[in-house]
């Protein structure tokens, strides 16, 4: 099983051989470091715990920078669960993306997806709103009824579309591509789009 952690880039455009072109998010994957390794024997269950990012020790619990050991200071930790057992991974081991992924290698990308902070029905739901005629003012953007004649009795049901906090949602894309790796930068291209803002982690699985 591969994975890896990642910092997005941006979105650009990648030429093939056969000259198409491929819209891309470019991702920054730099080496990241195995803090814990889990099993099913001593934890419940299996995973590997990495550590990525640079941050200064001073700024770190000290909890966790006993936890980290002398591995490194780290400004995040994320677990993949693996299906095996035992894994050949120790603690310190060092995760190379652009060396584990290669080009044309199926991919999952998870990541959080960007705030759009507190939205109406229209955009939060893509509601149509109400009628745009007979001197209507103040009911575009309105829900309309939320309860009224339903079998809840004038209670507001449960699950209702309305108004409220939008993104910040982590989502899992599962069917992308690696178009291309930059192993001088440490970039890995990925077809199509993937969640999230510049700058935003995501776990990369393949």
């Not at 941006?10 to 080496?31: I, S, Y």
């Not at 934890?43 to 990525?52: I, T």
């Not at 001073?58 to 693996?82: C, D, S, W, Y």
């Not at 998870?110 to 759009?116: D, Q």
């Amino acid at each position: 099983m591969k994975f890896a952690l990642a910092k997005k880039i941006n979105m650009t455009n990648l030429f093939d051989k056969d000259g198409k072109v491929h819209v891309v998010t470019a991702v920054e994957a730099t080496p990241s470091f195995v803090v814990q390794v889990k099993t099913a024997k001593k934890d419940g269950y299996s995973a590997v715990q990495l550590g990525f990012g640079e941050r200064k020790k001073k700024n770190i619990a000290k909890p966790q920078l006993g936890h980290m050991k002398e591995i490194g200071a780290f400004e995040v930790l994320r677990e993949f669960r693996t299906k095996d057992t035992d894994t050949a991974m120790t603690a310190g081991d060092k995760i190379t993306p652009v060396e584990i992924f290669a080009e044309g290698d199926a991919i999952t990308v998870s990541g959080v997806t960007k705030g759009k902070g507190f939205q109406g029905v229209v955009k939060r739901h893509n509601f149509k709103g109400g009628p745009r005629s007979h001197g209507q003012k103040h009911s575009e953007r309105e829900p309309g009824s939320i309860s009224g004649g339903t079998r809840e009795g004038g209670r507001v049901p449960k699950g209702m579309r309305m108004a409220g906090r939008m993104g910040s949602n982590k989502i899992t894309i599962k069917g992308l591509n690696v178009v291309a790796i930059d192993k001088d930068n440490s970039i890995i291209y990925i077809k199509g789009a993937v969640p999230g803002r510049k700058g935003t982690l995501l776990e990369i699985k393949g």
